[in-house]
């Protein structure tokens, strides 16, 4: 095989070891290689096998522009999930949810932002548990993750059932189930995960409790839209609906309906949990950044009250979301895609990879490349902010877009690029910047110590903030916005 391999070499034996060192040491191991192999195309060994990694932008614009039958974006996810097995091979197979999330759900953002904010500012309220005016100290994550089950719940499936206990802890564990268990499947050869794949996946149970938290309301929704049409008063606008108005033919019962709203989840909460927990930790560590933020935040709304204008005002919340995403949020590799077609892939340089084999690109070391962001080792949170200030004082509107939040390139692939770029992005953001304002407004944070920064943990291609990182938070006295 003539791709160099940027660990180990071809023998099974050294492949394991090497297998062991890309575990713990990806993301510098891709990013020495991101220098040594400029635009290049290299092996990485997984336990189980060899998978490509690509550089720079031109290898960025070939994956992203390549037909679905020859890089398959649902492969790579298959893969990823071990979908057929932990969720169902309908998610990947006919993956609708994904346009609903792109559509419905993302021209609904400014309608349910009333909502999203009435369920965070309470979810809030009840995970911090403040007493009085004193500083308290908190561990991020876990709180992180009820709010924004929480808030993702009130627009999937509405009041009360966004509160039903039962059903937001279902809503974070069915992901961990679901990771977790592939990454067991994942290792049995091909013939034998029919068997083991099965008796792993948590597939039945987790619709079961689906169906027994949020079932009967599918199914109340299903049999009024049976009885009177799609169009009657008051049917709620959430994503229930929005699902049902998607789905086709054997979507359209309560229990493939509950299995959907579990798979967008898994794609919707531990994600955003993690911006706003890798969020809170780099405003404790440049606590420089709260009060131009926060000025703004207050500006902003008292101005324009929670809505997807005010939002769109808020460019420094922004800018500092995209800098956190871009220097912590970042993975080593992203756009992860299997090579389908019979002949094989060929990058433009000429580099050839046979069927059935995995590619994606380098991602975290396009982010702190000094050829794509000024000092680019700095955490600067409003960098992408005077980008946009200096695009608009030289007359182009798009070049100013590029800056924002959900604006994908080469040089920022963590939400992926091209036509499967993330579909939830637009959602993500609203929900992540007036999430940041709310807490910007009503409480003050600090280090846990400071100068001190939670450590980011790393597990081969998976990467995240610190699951047991603390802060302190007390309520602030002119709050109330
Ligand atoms: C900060 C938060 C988020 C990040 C960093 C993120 C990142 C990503 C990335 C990298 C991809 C794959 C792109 C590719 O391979 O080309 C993806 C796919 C996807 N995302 Fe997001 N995402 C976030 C939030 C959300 C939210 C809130 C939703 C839904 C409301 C969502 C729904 C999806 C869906 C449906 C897909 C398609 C594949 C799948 O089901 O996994 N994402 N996202």
């Given at each position: 095989?003539?791709?160099?391999?940027?660990v180990g070499?071809?023998?099974?034996?050294?492949s394991?070891t090497?297998a062991?060192?890309?575990?713990?040491?990806?993301?510098d191991?891709?990013?020495?290689g991101?220098?040594?192999?400029?635009d290049?195309?290299v092996?990485?060994?997984?336990?189980?096998?060899w998978?490509?990694?690509?550089?720079?932008p031109?290898?960025?614009?070939?994956?992203?522009?390549?037909?679905?039958d020859?890089l398959s974006?649902h492969g790579?996810?298959?893969?990823?999930?071990?979908a057929?097995?932990t969720m169902?091979?309908?998610?990947t197979a006919?993956p609708y949810?994904?346009h609903?999330v792109?559509?419905?759900?993302t021209r609904?953002?400014g309608?349910?932002?009333?909502?999203?904010?009435?369920?965070?500012?309470?979810?809030?309220?009840d995970?911090?548990a403040?007493?009085?005016?004193?500083w308290?100290?908190?561990?991020?994550m876990?709180h992180?993750?009820?709010?924004?089950?929480?808030?993702?719940?009130?627009?999937?499936?509405?009041?009360?059932?966004?509160?039903?206990?039962?059903?937001?802890?279902?809503s974070?564990?069915?992901?961990?189930?679901?990771?977790?268990?592939?990454?067991i499947?994942?290792?049995?050869?091909?013939?034998?995960?029919p068997?083991?794949?099965?008796?792993?996946?948590?597939?039945?149970s987790?619709?079961?409790?689906?169906?027994?938290?949020?079932?009967?309301a599918i199914?109340?929704r299903?049999?009024?839209?049976a009885?009177?049409?799609?169009g009657?008063?008051?049917?709620?606008n959430?994503?229930?609906?929005?699902?049902?108005?998607?789905?086709?033919?054997?979507?359209?019962?309560?229990?493939?309906?509950?299995?959907?709203i579990?798979?967008?989840n898994?794609?919707?909460i531990?994600?955003?949990?993690?911006a706003?927990?890798?969020a809170?930790?780099?405003l404790?560590?440049?606590p420089?950044?709260?009060?131009p933020?926060?000025e703004e935040?207050?500006?902003v709304?008292?101005?324009?009250g929670?809505?997807?204008?005010a939002l769109?005002?808020?460019v420094k919340?922004?800018?500092f979301?995209?800098?956190?995403?871009?220097?912590?949020?970042?993975k080593a590799v992203?756009?992860?895609?299997k090579?389908?077609?019979k002949?094989?892939?060929?990058?433009?340089?000429?580099?050839v990879?046979?069927?059935?084999t995995?590619v994606?690109?380098?991602?975290?070391p396009?982010?702190?490349?000094?050829g794509n962001y000024?000092?680019?080792?700095?955490?600067?949170?409003?960098?992408?902010?005077r980008?946009?200030?200096?695009?608009?004082?030289e007359?182009?509107?798009?070049g100013?877009f590029?800056?924002?939040?959900?604006?994908?390139?080469?040089?920022?692939?963590?939400?992926?690029h091209?036509k499967?770029?993330?579909?939830?992005?637009?959602?993500?953001?609203?929900?992540l910047k007036?999430?940041?304002?709310?807490?910007?407004?009503?409480?003050?944070?600090?280090?846990?110590?400071?100068g001190v920064?939670?450590k980011d943990?790393?597990?081969g291609?998976f990467?995240?903030?610190?699951?047991?990182?603390?802060?302190w938070v007390?309520r602030?006295?002119?709050g109330?916005?």
């Amino acid at each position: 095989d003539p791709v160099p391999a940027l660990v180990g070499s071809n023998g099974l034996i050294s492949s394991y070891t090497s297998a062991f060192k890309f575990l713990t040491q990806a993301i510098d191991i891709v990013s020495r290689g991101y220098y040594e192999y400029r635009d290049g195309v290299v092996r990485v060994p997984h336990l189980s096998r060899w998978d490509y990694v690509g550089f720079g932008p031109k290898r960025v614009a070939e994956v992203a522009a390549a037909s679905d039958d020859v890089l398959s974006f649902h492969g790579g996810a298959e893969d990823i999930l071990q979908a057929d097995y932990t969720m169902g091979p309908e998610i990947t197979a006919n993956p609708y949810h994904e346009h609903t999330v792109r559509s419905a759900l993302t021209r609904n953002i400014g309608r349910c932002l009333p909502q999203m904010h009435d369920e965070f500012v309470r979810a809030f309220e009840d995970e911090f548990a403040l007493d009085g005016a004193e500083w308290k100290e908190i561990t991020v994550m876990p709180h992180a993750l009820r709010v924004v089950a929480r808030t993702t719940a009130r627009v999937f499936v509405g009041l009360p059932l966004c509160r039903n206990q039962e059903y937001v802890d279902l809503s974070i564990s069915y992901t961990v189930a679901v990771f977790g268990r592939s990454q067991i499947i994942a290792m049995f050869p091909s013939f034998l995960k029919p068997i083991f794949g099965r008796l792993l996946s948590s597939r039945r149970s987790s619709i079961k409790q689906a169906m027994k938290t949020i079932g009967p309301a599918i199914e109340e929704r299903l049999a009024k839209d049976a009885e009177l049409g799609p169009g009657w008063v008051d049917r709620p606008n959430d994503f229930i609906s929005w699902l049902i108005d998607d789905a086709e033919d054997a979507e359209r019962t309560a229990p493939a309906l509950a299995l959907r709203i579990l798979a967008t989840n898994t794609a919707a909460i531990h994600t955003s949990s993690s911006a706003l927990t890798t969020a809170l930790y780099d405003l404790t560590t440049y606590p420089e950044h709260v009060g131009p933020m926060r000025e703004e935040a207050e500006r902003v709304v008292a101005a324009e009250g929670w809505t997807k204008s005010a939002l769109g005002n808020m460019v420094k919340i922004d800018s500092f979301l995209r800098e956190s995403q871009r220097v912590h949020g970042s993975k080593a590799v992203s756009m992860l895609r299997k090579v389908v077609a019979k002949d094989g892939f060929t990058f433009g340089d000429g580099t050839v990879l046979p069927q059935g084999t995995f590619v994606s690109l380098a991602s975290r070391p396009a982010c702190m490349d000094p050829g794509n962001y000024a000092n680019a080792e700095v955490f600067d949170g409003f960098r992408f902010a005077r980008e946009r200030d200096e695009a608009r004082a030289e007359g182009t509107e798009g070049g100013a877009f590029k800056h924002h939040m959900i604006s994908t390139s080469a040089a920022h692939l963590v939400f992926g690029h091209g036509k499967y770029a993330c579909p939830g992005r637009f959602f993500a953001a609203a929900e992540l910047k007036a999430m940041l304002a709310h807490l910007l407004i009503n409480y003050d944070f600090r280090a846990q110590t400071e100068g001190v920064r939670p450590k980011d943990f790393e597990f081969g291609m998976f990467n995240g903030p610190d699951p047991k990182g603390k802060i302190w938070v007390r309520r602030r006295e002119r709050g109330g916005a």
